[in-house]
């Protein structure tokens, strides 16, 4: 079973950056995908990223695409999402997600573990 904790939410002006942590322990021989996701109050949850653990494609949604970055430290067994020119509509509880995959990259269907989730909270 895998296990993930999320880290490096905060409180930022628009404009500003933040880059969040997600580091994986145990099993995680089966996971293929590792995503964030984002629900701010009121909304539903969505993906905003992901990345194939093997070969490191990545995905985005298209209100964050060109602002901010998934990448994966496979050696730390940590994933990290990067996020630029962050606006007050950013501010969500980010979750990061890992799985097996198989489904559409934003599909919960794709994923079997949840982190906790950080907040992230962008002022304007």
């Known amino acids: 079973q895998v296990q993930l904790v999320e880290s490096g939410g905060g409180s930022v002006q628009a404009g500003g950056s933040l880059r969040l942590s997600c580091a994986a322990s145990?099993?995680?021989?089966?996971?293929?995908?590792m995503g964030w996701f984002r629900q701010a109050p009121g909304k539903e949850r969505e993906g905003s990223a992901a990345?194939?653990?093997?070969?490191?494609?990545?995905f985005y949604a298209n209100s964050v695409k060109g602002r901010f970055t998934i990448s994966q430290d496979n050696a730390k067994n940590t994933v990290y999402l990067q996020m630029n020119s962050l606006k007050p509509e950013d501010t969500a509880m980010y979750y990061c997600?890992?799985?097996?995959?198989?489904?559409?990259?934003?599909?919960?269907?794709?994923?079997?573990?949840w982190g906790q989730g950080t907040q992230v909270t962008v002022s304007s």
């Open positions: 145990g099993s995680t021989y089966s996971t293929n995908l």
């Open positions: 990345i194939l653990t093997a070969g490191g494609k990545t």
């Open positions: 997600a890992a799985g097996p995959g198989g489904y559409f990259w934003y599909s919960d269907r794709s994923y079997n573990t």
